[in-house]
């Protein structure tokens, strides 16, 4: 773009300078103004003479005299720029062309050597304000290519619900990024559950966490009763809908087992564990009782396993277990996260 901008001041400086004395002085002789076959642009004149304009077809489409010693350039985009031919022969002139943010021609000024360009409006961009150009303009000694300097918009994005007293607060972001939802995992109303974000109250325009959010606006949380969200019907359902649809040949045995797990974790509650019936007879047996091949005995202290025994001469005094010790590592495996029953579990090599 920089080569065929400067392309096109130097032609029309090598133009100026070639045809003051002669041509812009009898222009009104011109005939006509015309693309020849080598893609140049030719001013014919009424006594025979011509002068070329190399300017390159893939810039300008068009050129014409529109006064005694005006010549219009109609460039690609359909910007049109009127230069005044009031050039003097010993004086350099530079082409400063401001750029819109797409990248066209928003203004054209042919400014003489030393002088200084004129500021114009800086053009529109969306979800931007402009600051300024982001070249001096004062003192031209040479061709400039001036872009503007743009700051990002702010927008708001407010949150309604259809709970009295549930409330979450605005986000600001920057125009176009993305809106990160409240996380509302923690809070639910209770006896309520999250059916959706919508981008209107009638519940009907779904937002989605990949929108670009483009301008302030207003999204609405629809929560719904649980017991009319989460009943058997939907259970079986997508049940049904695994069995049919998931890409591995997996049981209805494994399914049940998969949902038991997720329906004892879901209740977060460090007292409930599920066990297997072999896990349930074993762990009976061995409640209050030491550990054979281990020697200790242990209890449940506020979810942690606790040491209350070590047995003398066992691999547990050999490794240095005392009374009151938490037990925290099982053969390299982190239980402090583990339920009562699954550190257990694990310490009998289920």
Sequence with gaps: MKKILSLLILTLSLFALAACDEALTEN??????????????????????????????????????????????????????????????DINYHMVTFLRPDGLIHDVQFIASGES????????????????????????????????VYEVNTIVISFETNIEGVEYAPQTIDFNTRMT??????????????????????FTQRWNRLDYQKESTTLYYHWIPIDQFYTEDVFNEVLELLKKNHYKDTTDATFYQFATYALI?????PYTSYMTQSQREQFNNVMGEDFVG????????NEDVIIRQ????????????????????????????????DTVMLLLGE
């Design 310 to 341: 070590v047995w003398p001469d066992s691999p547990a005094e050999g490794a240095g277990l005392r009374a009151g010790d938490r037990i925290t590592y099982i053969d390299e495996i982190n239980v402090e996260n583990m339920s009562y029953v």
């Design 117 to 148: 360009a004129t500021s114009v409006e800086g053009p529109n961009k969306l979800g931007h304000t402009f600051l300024e150009w982001d070249q001096d303009l004062s003192s031209i000694d040479e061709d400039l290519i001036v872009e503007g």
């Design 28 to 89: 009104l002789n011109i005939e006509a103004i015309t693309l020849n076959e080598d893609g140049e642009w030719e001013i014919a004149y009424e006594d025979g003479t011509s002068l070329t304009l190399p300017l390159d077809s893939s810039l300008v489409s068009d050129v014409e005299m529109v006064g005694s010693n005006t010549l219009r350039i109609t460039f690609d985009s359909g910007y049109t720029e009127d230069v005044v031919f009031d050039f003097e022969s």
């Design 265 to 269: 974790e879901a209740l977060n509650d």
């Design 181 to 202: 939802a409240p996380n509302v995992r923690s809070d639910y109303p209770e006896g309520y559950t999250l059916e959706g974000i919508y981008y209107d109250a009638d």
């Design 294 to 301: 281990v020697g200790i005995t242990v209890e449940n202290i």
